[in-house]
């Protein structure tokens, strides 16, 4: 559980950058 906990928190920040990004762009 905790593998799938890590996952999801990096693919959480890593939506939230790719957002970050696309409003920078």
Request: proline fraction near 0%; charged fraction near 15%; glycine fraction near 4%.
């Amino acid at each position: 559980i905790l593998s799938w906990n890590w996952s999801f928190s990096q693919w959480h920040w890593l939506s939230r950058q790719r957002r970050f990004l696309k409003g920078q762009s």
